[in-house]
C-alpha cells in the first residue's frame, strides 16, 4: 500500500528514542532533533510520540517546543546502569517526575548485560519504581530480554554481532531468566501500567503470548520493529492474526523510531508497521531502511486487520494508559531542575523558549 492508502484514524507512536542527544547536548543539536521529529510526524501521518532517552530532559523540551504533540518518558535506569541513580527515593522521584509534566517511565528494563552488571527487575533496588508507578497509576514501557537468536551465535545476524548484542559467550542470565524477574514483577504488582516492547520478544511462541496476556491483565505489547517480530508473525500469519483481533485492546503502535537515524528510515519503519497491519500484501524491508532491519528472503504478509482494531492499536489504548492528551509542562520547575543538575544547556534553551 501507499501511504496514502493508509486508514484515516488517529496514530501515536509509542516508542521513539530521541537518538541525537546520547551524546550531544546543545542548541542547535535540539533543535534539529525536534524538527526532524516532528516532520516524521506530519510526513509519517502520525499524530504524536511518546519520546525519552536520558536524563537530560529531551523530552521537556518537545513538550515546550511543539505542544501537543509529544508525550515524554522519564528516566529510569536500565538493569545494567543502576549506578546512574544510587540510594533513590522512589516515591519522591516519581512524584516529580509527574510534577515536571512527564507521561511515563521508560523506555526502561532489562536489556541483557553480563551478571556482574545485572540488577534484577524483581529485586530491592526496583521495588520503590514499581509500587509507586502502581499507585500513582503512572505507566512504564519496559524492555525485557532481546530477540532469542540473540543467545545462538549462528542465529544472530551480522548487524546484531557488530553492536555486541550476542549472548551466548557466557556471563549473561538466559531470556527465560528474564522473563521469570518481570513475571515476579507482575504478580506483586497486578495494578501496574506496563506495556512490553517488541512483543515481549515473543513473536517465535504464539502460545506463550498468548498464555502471557491471560496470567497477566494489566500487561500489554507493544510492536516496536526489529522485523523479526513481523518476519515470525508472517510464518503463522492467519493464526497471529486472530490473536492481534483477540488481544487488540493490549497491542500498541511503536517503531524504535531513533535506532533509524534519517528522515527517509523513520518513514520507513512506519510503513512497514502500517502496511503489515492494514494490508494483506507481501512485502519485504525496503532497500532504503536502517541496517538493523534484517533483509529477509521470505516475505511478510499482512494481517489486514478491521479498523476498530486499528483504531485500538494505534491510539486508543496509548490514551487508555498514557492520558488522553499530554501533561501540562511545568517550565519553572523544569528551568530549575535542569540549573541543579547542572544541565546548563537545557535550562537556558527552556528559559529562552516562546
Not at 486508514?7 to 542547535?28: N, Q
Not at 549462528?154 to 549473561?172: C, M, Q, S
Not at 501496574?192 to 502471557?212: G, N, Q, T, W, Y
Not at 533483509?295 to 482494531?309: C, D, F, N
Request: hydrophobic share 35%; charged share 30%; net charge negative.
Amino acid at each position: 500500500m501507499e501511504p496514502s492508502e493508509f486508514s484515516d484514524l488517529p496514530v501515536i507512536d509509542c516508542h521513539v528514542h530521541t537518538w541525537m542527544l546520547r551524546k550531544t547536548m546543545d542548541e542547535e543539536t535540539l533543535q534539529r532533533q525536534g524538527e526532524a521529529l516532528a516532520e516524521t510526524i506530519a510526513k509519517g501521518r502520525l499524530d504524536q510520540m511518546y519520546a525519552f532517552d536520558s536524563r537530560s530532559h529531551p523530552g521537556l523540551y518537545l513538550k515546550s517546543r511543539y505542544p501537543g504533540l509529544f508525550y515524554a518518558g522519564g528516566y529510569a535506569p536500565w538493569t545494567g546502569d543502576t549506578a546512574r541513580l544510587p540510594d533513590v527515593d522512589w516515591p519522591n522521584y516519581v512524584r516529580s517526575l509527574i510534577e515536571l509534566g512527564y507521561d511515563g517511565i521508560g523506555e526502561m528494563g532489562s536489556k541483557p548485560v553480563t551478571r556482574d552488571r545485572h540488577v534484577p527487575l524483581d529485586s530491592g533496588y526496583y521495588e520503590g519504581l514499581w509500587e509507586s508507578c502502581e499507585g500513582l497509576g503512572f505507566p512504564v514501557l519496559c524492555h525485557v530480554g532481546d530477540v532469542e537468536d540473540f543467545w545462538h551465535e549462528h542465529l544472530t545476524p551480522d548487524w546484531a554481532k557488530a553492536r555486541g548484542w550476542g549472548y551466548w559467550r557466557g556471563g549473561f542470565p538466559p531470556l527465560q531468566e528474564l522473563y521469570k524477574e518481570m513475571y515476579n514483577v507482575l504478580d506483586d504488582h497486578p495494578g501496574l501500567k506496563i506495556v512490553f516492547c517488541h512483543l515481549l520478544f515473543m513473536s517465535p511462541d504464539l502460545e506463550r503470548a498468548d498464555d502471557f496476556l491471560g496470567d497477566y491483565g494489566n500487561a500489554n505489547f507493544d510492536l516496536s520493529l526489529g522485523v523479526e517480530l513481523m518476519y515470525n508473525v508472517s510464518r503463522r500469519r492467519d493464526d497471529w492474526r486472530d490473536f492481534f483481533i483477540r488481544h487488540d485492546e493490549r497491542i500498541l503502535m511503536g517503531t524504535d523510531i531513533g535506532m533509524s537515524t534519517t528522515l527517509r528510515q523513520h518513514l520507513d519503519r512506519i510503513w512497514l508497521l502500517r502496511n503489515f497491519l492494514e494490508s494483506d500484501e507481501e512485502f519485504y524491508t525496503p532497500s532504503s531502511a536502517d541496517d538493523l532491519l534484517t533483509r529477509y528472503r521470505e516475505p511478510y504478509v499482512g494481517l489486514r486487520l478491521p479498523r476498530a482494531s486499528l483504531e485500538k492499536i494505534y491510539a486508543t489504548n496509548f490514551r487508555r494508559l498514557w492520558g488522553e492528551k499530554p501533561r501540562e509542562l511545568d517550565i519553572g520547575a523544569a528551568i530549575s531542575t535542569c540549573e541543579r543538575e547542572g544541565n546548563a544547556v537545557m535550562a537556558d534553551v527552556l528559559m529562552r523558549l516562546p
